[in-house]
């Protein structure tokens, strides 16, 4: 950037605006905008809010347009000594000099503190680094770990499922005995008990002196009936007629 395309800022610190119309100069080459100079300066004594001189005197403060009009610029310096017109022009050169030196060692001083923030942030996020770096092998060692548990839980797992395979196909060969013997039992309950019911029957009709057994009531005990109790058993006795009632009426 040339020194003509470089813009003057405001030298008050909470501002540093960039200058355009008017402007309120010290005489302690010192700058401020239009606002901050008519707020500063309106007060008597007038103080540099920059290097707090006092700025007593009548021409030590002030108000200037940074853009003159052409008929300006010809008349100010219309009628001076040469000498005078140089003396001028070297104290305007020094004012703005003054300013370009000031603004560059503003610049470096934030430029080194930047440097000194960008230090310390390169040395935080080298720490982090670390401890995420040691964070991170932390955990890969532990998902080792715990990869190697979950393959000792698989491989116990197939042993424990084959072993219930194996009890299972153990449970349905036993099912499938268990089911052939029932059968197998049942049908041969069957044959035994028809022919066992008859040949007792039969056993017990061949005797022909024998008398028929019935069930006690108890159910589980047989008497019999001898020769000598079968009369009483079987002979009714009608009752005695009254001879001297007819039942049926002869006509």
């Known amino acids: 950037m040339s020194v003509s395309e470089y813009t003057l800022r405001c030298n008050f610190h909470k501002c540093r605006a960039r200058l355009s119309g008017f402007a309120w100069v010290t005489a302690c080459c010192h700058i401020f905008c239009d606002q901050h100079g008519s707020d500063e300066f309106s007060r008597t004594p007038a103080i540099c809010p920059t290097c707090s001189s006092m700025l007593s005197g009548k021409l030590d403060v002030m108000r200037v347009e940074l853009a003159p009009s052409e008929r300006y610029k010809s008349m100010v310096l219309v009628g001076l000594k040469p000498h005078t017109v140089l003396e001028i022009c070297q104290k305007a050169l020094e004012f703005w000099t003054y300013q370009v030196h ?62 219930l395979n194996e009890r299972n196909r153990q449970y349905q060969k036993l ?18 008990i028809v022919p066992n019911t008859f040949t007792t029957g039969l056993a017990k009709q061949r005797s022909p002196h024998s008398s028929p057994s019935f069930l006690a009531p108890e159910g589980d005990r047989f008497f019999s009936l001898g020769p000598e109790n079968a009369n009483a058993f079987f002979q009714f006795s009608s009752p005695s007629r009254d001879r001297t009632h007819t039942f049926i009426k002869k006509n």
Do not use: C, P, W
């Open 102 to 163: 000031q603004e560059r060692l503003l610049m470096e001083y934030k430029l080194s503190q930047a440097g000194g923030q960008a230090v310390q942030m390169e040395k935080f996020m080298t720490q982090q680094n670390q401890s995420r770096e040691l964070e991170l092998n932390a955990l890969r060692g532990e998902i080792a770990s715990l990869k190697k548990v979950l393959e000792e839980y698989k491989r116990k797992y197939s042993e424990v499922l084959e072993r």
């Open 175 to 192: 099912q499938g005995l268990f089911d052939s013997l029932r059968l197998h039992t049942l049908g041969t309950g069957e044959k035994d």
